[in-house]
């Protein structure tokens, strides 16, 4: 129970680094909604989907590796510095590559009208990738604290940024308000929707430097030998990555390609209001892989893991019926313009709490080096997504994106579920977990579907679950305090 009370304090303290920084970012959803119409804020979405595809790529999975290595690392120093150098040459590349190939590649991605936003690109993701390794040896060290000053220290640049060139500026320029002849000059020349990648690559920017000190502390030692070992553990990390990202973000890009680029935007807006469950989640994932990794040599480690991933479902359970319940308060988040999305909010939300349980349980492939099933699991999921799809959106419209997304979760959570009993065994309380996630999501089905909308309606939906959940576990619930 200590060792457990001390993975909620860690995690708390990554939540505000993961959460505070965008439900923040969420809440500019609706300035940007505000400033560009649907089809504008569908190049903000495609400009993220790249960035995403070649951000799993440059990192190359290093990340879940440095973790793996970590714990067993006799020289920190060598395990540091090779992975940064590593990925450093993967950067350089990068960069190389796009610089030479820079116009085919701008009309590849849809910027040759816009070359800025190639150039934006490429030196957001150089320094977000860069940056991985010092934000991992925060995490590994466990210094929770720092790593989420520098966090909100970005993102505290960025908000900044946004609110002054989408909002403020225009407002000033229509009420009359003399600006300096410095804006008056440039701020036009930029589009509106570049001024939310300038923000981004200023906070990235900053965020690298204030990271910089604890990269400098380390004596440079490229061990060949060792990033050999790494690369062999992370190369199904990149391909799962990848496969991730096509199930993330895909269905966005389709709708683009099969119906029009204004329903992408309005269904992207809409995915923006399932923040909440990828914000706990991402919680959870920061607190959790690092501390997996670190108890894995104990007795009793399979037991604390079964104990997180009810406690996971739980909590889980919670944010979906909370966010489906006070969903009329929750859609004033985003432009009035684009709720007519907002059926796909309540499957987006099952379908990131089923990839939330996946990403606990892949735990057993993680701590017994077979990470290639991590890749047939995603693999298996990517191609899901691309069928259901191609298949279903001429037939149902976009709609048919949301109910892709949850059945290649759930699958994926089935597939490691059944293959990890053979090869770790966890002893999970698969029915109280079963039972919960049950009644959770029959909460949230009666209150989207036929439930009178009403804040003392919303309130007794989550009291209800809540005390379900005090009954069953209140005995723990009394340890935990």
């Given amino acids: 129970m200590s060792t457990l009370k001390g993975f909620f304090k860690d995690s708390i303290i990554y939540g505000v680094a993961a959460v505070l920084p965008r439900v923040i970012n969420f809440l500019l959803v609706r300035v940007h909604t505000d400033a560009l119409p649907a089809e504008v804020y569908a190049e903000n979405t495609d400009f993220y989907i790249w960035a995403a595809l070649f951000a799993v790529l440059l990192t190359f999975g290093m990340e879940t590796t440095f973790f793996r290595f970590y714990k067993d690392a006799d020289k920190k120093d060598s395990l540091v510095a090779t992975t940064f150098i590593s990925i450093s040459i993967g950067v350089g590349v990068f960069l190389l590559v796009f610089s030479l190939l820079f116009v085919p590649i701008s009309n590849f991605f849809g910027f040759g009208m816009n070359p800025l936003r190639l150039q934006l690109f490429m030196a957001i993701l150089a320094l977000d990738t860069l940056a991985m390794i010092p934000f991992a040896y925060l995490r590994a060290s466990n210094r929770p604290v720092k790593y989420t000053f520098i966090k909100l220290v970005n993102v505290g640049i960025i908000v900044i940024v946004q609110l002054f060139a989408l909002r403020w500026i225009p407002n000033w320029e229509q009420d009359g308000i003399k600006l300096p002849n410095v804006i008056l000059d440039n701020y036009p020349a930029v589009s509106k929707v570049n001024y939310i990648f300038i923000a981004n690559l200023l906070g990235s920017a900053i965020s690298f430097l204030l990271l910089l000190p604890y990269l400098l502390r380390f004596k440079w030692q490229f061990d060949k030998v ?102 009329d308060l929750f859609k004033h988040f985003i432009n009035p313009d684009y709720w007519v999305a907002l059926g796909i909010v309540p499957i987006v939300l099952l379908a990131n709490l089923f990839l939330g349980i996946y990403h606990n349980l892949s735990i057993w492939y993680k701590l017994t080096d077979k990470t290639r099933y991590g890749m047939y699991f995603s693999i298996f999921g990517a191609l899901i997504t691309v069928v259901f799809n191609v298949v279903m959106l001429p037939i149902i419209g976009f709609m048919a994106s949301a109910w892709a997304t949850l059945l290649a979760y759930g699958l994926m959570m089935l597939a490691s579920f059944w293959v990890g009993r053979k090869h770790y065994p966890i002893p999970y309380d698969i029915k109280r977990i079963l039972s919960y996630l049950l009644i959770g999501v029959t909460i949230a089905y009666l209150s989207y579907y036929f439930l009178e909308r009403n804040w003392l309606m919303s309130i007794m939906e989550v009291l209800i679950f809540g005390v379900i959940i005090f009954y069953f576990e209140r005995k723990a619930i009394r340890k935990m305090l």
């Fill in 226 to 327: 060792l990033c050999k070992k790494m690369l062999l553990y992370s190369y199904p990390i990149v391909i799962a990555g990848l496969a991730y990202v096509v199930n993330e973000n895909l269905d966005k890009f389709l709708i683009g390609k099969f119906i029009d680029k204004e329903t992408e935007g309005l269904y992207a807006a809409a995915y923006k209001l399932a923040i909440f469950m990828n914000l706990y989640i991402m919680a959870f994932r920061l607190g959790a892989e690092p501390f997996f990794f670190n108890i894995s040599h104990k007795k009793d480690a399979k037991e604390t893991y079964a104990l997180i991933m009810k406690y996971f479902v739980i909590i889980g359970s919670f944010v979906l019926i909370g966010i489906v319940a006070f969903l």
